[in-house]
């Protein structure tokens, strides 16, 4: 923060409390000069509303951006494009179609080169699974068979209680495009799809480009994005836009250089993919080893037949983020389910991993900017399912944006109606979704009841659970009467098994 930004708040302070009506009429009260005592309880109220200005001004609040006062501003400068995305993964290149289709001009600003990898569990669930079938992508993915939908799977609790049921045939979930809650798609396929379908509808899709700094100019309202080539950096590129969107993923370089972000990332998964496996039966299985909570490992069945083995550390226990190489390896052959279901000498590839950004960003919007995406925390803190809230946020930015420059409003004031619409959508979710977490943390006993209790409800309710985990229904689902009661007594249920029958044996996984 330079002296000319801090001289110009304090003068915009001392003018929004020279300019306060109230303050003036006590400043000129006959009563307040003459005696000492109103004279410092005015003086302690002047200090509040100064106080008040200044964390207004801290937070910018208050006054609208002014943009009758920017000398140089223009919205017909073709030049420039409307937005630029530092990033064309699913959140950059969901937000760029959107705009793109409502005739704005957006820049997609990719590091790498199409069809380029990233480290994830490949889980698209149902708010995703929308957006892909609006954007057409669905369909080539499925027309293709580039995509599994999960039809049967479950999960094993650290005791070791399991059900396996058919989630998909209890929702209904029957239409060729629609087949389950749950779709596996390979990322360096399903980025590249979605990129793609931003170009087809007008998106500027720029690969190989790394930015390198990104300048805003008041007088103007325009970024400045000085960019290189990724595989020469002696080639310099530039490009100029009226908002910058932030996308690209957990590390978040853009916002932590522009100081809207300023932690690491709190999170961590792995992927392994398995060929030639013959052992495991089912589309989906997560396991809760008990030495990883509130983190989980999972198997999900890819297209064509291939397996993703991964494993997710969540923050609040014991291990760590330099844990993940040591349990992903460790369960492979120690976990009695997750060994079994691998099979002897698997054939498998080397383990990947990759950063998260869970539970969301306190403030994701400023004049000009957005960030999305991972970049932005869009991480659910109890699965670590980030897809479906990457591409479902940038889809809300949209919206914001749109209604933004129709208005000729890009404030912070105007933008932070995109906090407010993914708050509501999913962001009290994660508040939630980070307590339960902490909570079977140090109550594992209820997935071991939970766990019991779905394989006396049978695939119902084992849908049901499944709809809450992948973001279809809230969370307060596990507070209804007929479900929350239900666990309740399970977990006593569960608690007089271990005092009167000992440890539980091992079961295998059915």
């Known amino acids: 923060m330079d002296s000319k930004y801090i001289q110009k708040t304090l003068s915009a302070i001392t003018e929004q409390i020279t300019k306060n009506a109230a303050v003036q009429k006590v400043l000129d009260n006959k009563f307040v000069k003459e005696h000492k005592y109103a004279a410092a309880a005015a003086t302690v109220g002047l200090g509040v509303v100064a106080a008040t200005t200044i964390v ?29 995305t530092i990033g064309a993964g699913p959140s950059g290149s969901v937000l760029g179609y959107y705009l793109a289709r409502e005739g704005r001009k957006v820049a997609l600003l990719e590091k790498k080169v199409f069809p380029r990898d990233k480290y994830c569990g490949d889980a698209v669930a149902t708010m995703a699974q929308d957006i892909l079938r609006e954007m057409g992508v669905m369909k ?64 500027d899709l720029k690969e190989n480009t790394t930015v390198e700094t990104a300048t805003f100019d008041r007088s103007t309202g325009v970024w400045t994005i000085n960019c290189v080539d990724s595989e020469d950096n002696t080639k310099k590129i530039v490009y100029r836009a009226r908002v910058l969107v932030c996308a690209d993923g957990s590390p978040s370089n853009a916002a ?68 993940l190489s040591k349990y992903h390896h460790q369960y492979m052959t120690d976990d009695p389910f997750i060994s079994a279901a691998l099979g002897p000498n698997p054939d498998i590839e080397r383990m990947k991993a990759a950063p998260l950004r869970l539970g969301g960003i306190k403030k994701s919007y400023d004049d000009h900017l957005l960030i999305v995406g991972d970049a932005a925390g869009f991480i659910d803190p109890l699965t670590g399912e980030g897809i479906q809230y990457a591409m479902e946020g940038s889809r809300l930015a949209s919206l914001a944006l749109i209604q933004a420059f129709n208005e000729r409003d890009l404030s912070h004031q105007s933008l932070k109606r995109y906090q407010d619409f993914w708050m509501a959508k999913f962001g009290h979710e994660f508040s939630m979704s980070m307590t339960m977490s902490l909570f079977l943390y140090r109550f594992p006993i209820v997935l071991d009841a939970a766990a019991s209790l779905i394989e006396k409800r049978g695939s119902r309710f084992l849908a049901e659970w499944a709809a809450v985990m992948t973001g279809v229904k809230p969370k307060t689902w596990f507070l209804r009467p007929d479900v929350g009661p239900l666990i309740v007594l399970e977990i006593f249920g569960e608690c007089f098994r271990r005092v009167f029958q000992g440890k539980k044996q091992i079961k295998k996984l059915d």
């Open 140 to 203: 080539e993915l499925v027309d293709e068979d580039l995509g599994h939908f999960a039809q049967n799977g479950g999960f094993v609790s650290p005791n070791g209680n399991s059900f396996i049921g058919n989630s998909a045939k209890e929702l209904k979930r029957d239409a060729k495009y629609n087949r389950g809650a749950v779709i596996a798609v390979k990322r360096i396929v399903l980025d590249e799809k979605v990129a793609k379908a931003a170009k087809r509808m007008g998106a």
């Open 56 to 84: 207004k001004a801290v937070n910018c609040e208050g006054k609208r951006y002014n943009y009758d006062a920017i000398p140089n501003l223009s919205f017909d400068d073709e030049s420039i494009y409307d937005v630029a």
């Open 256 to 323: 932590r250089q522009l100081g809207y972000v300023n932690t690491e990332p709190n999170g961590i998964c792995s992927r392994a993919y398995v060929k030639n496996n013959t052992t495991f039966r089912y589309d989906g299985v997560v396991f809760y080893p008990p030495s990883l909570l509130p983190g989980y490992c999972a198997i999900i069945r890819e297209a064509r037949d291939e397996l993703n083995y991964l494993a997710y550390i969540i923050p609040g226990g014991k291990v760590t983020n330099d844990d």
